[in-house]
């Protein structure tokens, strides 16, 4: 768990931004912050890595104060557990993929976790092709591993697919959500794009001017009115929730919000972020797994 309170003067585009910000984050957790440029959104990321100062607050993690103003206590980023994913990558371009990894790993660190995350992010095939000469989509996934290679407990992610392609982004948003489960991390994602933040995140913040507007869970912020028409289209699974004697499972397909009844015995093959097939069952509409590897 995070907690932090976070005040600071920025300077942004339109002038002088009053940043009064308070939120915990509980552990496991992804949770995204949406907003307009010059928000505040990469400032609140920058803050909680400790390579940005609040003017007064609190950051607490786990019970260990990384930051406290008025105790004047600032744990510097090399000993916060965090892990970063810049927009622009920030990689070494003459180095290879693995030399980047190798670089971020610290002295006397296990080098077995360099092959386990290659694997887990696809990139055992590049491990020697310099960075220059990747493409974004690759690229991505060498500042994703790269983040993790320290085995942090936290992860900070600032728009990390904005300049990937939808087709590409699909896939990376996977391999995001497994990264995410897997390693058992808390995430803060800073993104621009409402379809990605309500596949990915338990809960988003709509940041205006330095302040919280809004938040809760993503698919009732963004789509308050839900449907359940006769339809027959694919989607994504972005919420399955106990309902007592049912299952409520939430489907993103488009820009349409549907919620689908289920029992305890269909629902045990889904997971949230699984692509599926939704399809009308006399009334009432009816998931159905897609294989991947059919794709």
């Given at each position: 768990?995070?907690?932090?309170?976070l005040?600071?003067?920025?300077?942004?585009?339109?002038?002088?931004?009053?940043?009064?910000?308070?939120?915990?984050?509980?552990?496991?957790?992804l949770?995204?912050?949406?907003g307009?440029?010059?928000?505040g959104?990469?400032?609140?990321?920058?803050?909680?890595a400790?390579?940005?100062?609040?003017d007064?607050?609190?950051?607490?993690?786990?019970?260990?104060?990384?930051?406290?103003?008025?105790k004047?206590?600032?744990?510097?980023?090399?000993?916060?557990?965090?892990?970063?994913?810049?927009?622009?990558?920030?990689?070494?371009?003459?180095?290879?993929?693995?030399?980047?990894?190798?670089?971020?790993?610290?002295?006397?660190?296990?080098?077995?976790?360099?092959?386990?995350?290659?694997?887990?992010?696809?990139?055992?095939?590049?491990?020697?092709?310099?960075?220059?000469?990747?493409?974004?989509?690759?690229?991505?996934?060498?500042?994703?591993?790269?983040?993790?290679v320290?085995?942090?407990?936290?992860?900070?992610?600032?728009?990390?697919?904005?300049?990937?392609?939808?087709?590409?982004?699909?896939?990376?948003?996977?391999?995001?959500?497994?990264?995410?489960?897997?390693?058992?991390?808390?995430?803060?994602?800073?993104?621009?794009?409402?379809?990605?933040?309500?596949?990915?995140?338990d809960?988003?913040?709509?940041l205006?001017?330095?302040?919280?507007?809004?938040?809760?869970?993503p698919?009732t912020?963004?789509?308050?009115?839900?449907?359940?028409?006769?339809?027959?289209?694919?989607?994504?699974?972005i919420?399955?929730?106990?309902?007592?004697?049912?299952?409520?499972?939430?489907v993103?397909?488009?820009?349409?919000?549907?919620n689908?009844?289920?029992a305890?015995?269909?629902?045990?093959?889904?997971?949230?972020?699984?692509?599926i097939?939704?399809s009308s069952k006399?009334?009432?509409?009816?998931?159905?797994?897609?294989?991947?590897?059919?794709?």
């Open positions: 768990m995070i907690a932090f309170t005040h600071k003067k920025l300077h942004a585009a339109d002038g002088i931004i009053q940043m009064n910000f308070s939120y915990t984050v509980e552990a496991g957790q949770v995204s912050i949406y307009s440029s010059g928000a959104k990469t400032s609140i990321l920058r803050m909680l400790g390579f940005f100062n609040p007064a607050g609190t950051i607490v993690f786990n019970d260990e104060i990384w930051f406290d103003a008025g004047k206590i600032n744990v510097p980023p090399q000993k916060r557990s965090v892990g970063f994913v810049f927009q622009d990558y920030a990689l070494f371009p003459n180095m290879s993929v693995k030399e980047n990894l190798e670089f971020a790993l610290q002295k006397g660190g296990p080098k077995n976790i360099i092959d386990e995350l290659m694997n887990v992010t696809e990139l055992e095939q590049l491990h020697n092709r310099r960075v220059q000469t990747l493409s974004g989509g690759q690229k991505q996934r060498v500042a994703l591993a790269r983040a993790l320290r085995k942090p407990k936290l992860l900070l992610l600032d728009e990390p697919l904005s300049a990937i392609d939808n087709e590409l982004r699909t896939k990376l948003q996977d391999i995001l959500i497994n990264i995410h489960r897997s390693y058992n991390l808390t995430t803060v994602l800073v993104s621009h794009d409402v379809a990605e933040i309500i596949k990915l995140s809960k988003t913040i709509l205006e001017n330095g302040l919280i507007k809004k938040s809760g869970e698919a912020m963004f789509f308050p009115q839900t449907s359940n028409e006769n339809f027959s289209l694919e989607g994504n699974i919420k399955i929730e106990n309902s007592g004697n049912f299952y409520t499972v939430t993103l397909a488009g820009n349409q919000i549907i689908v009844k289920m305890e015995s269909e629902i045990k093959a889904l997971s949230k972020g699984d692509k097939m939704l006399v009334f009432e509409p009816e998931i159905q797994k897609i294989d991947s590897t059919l794709n």
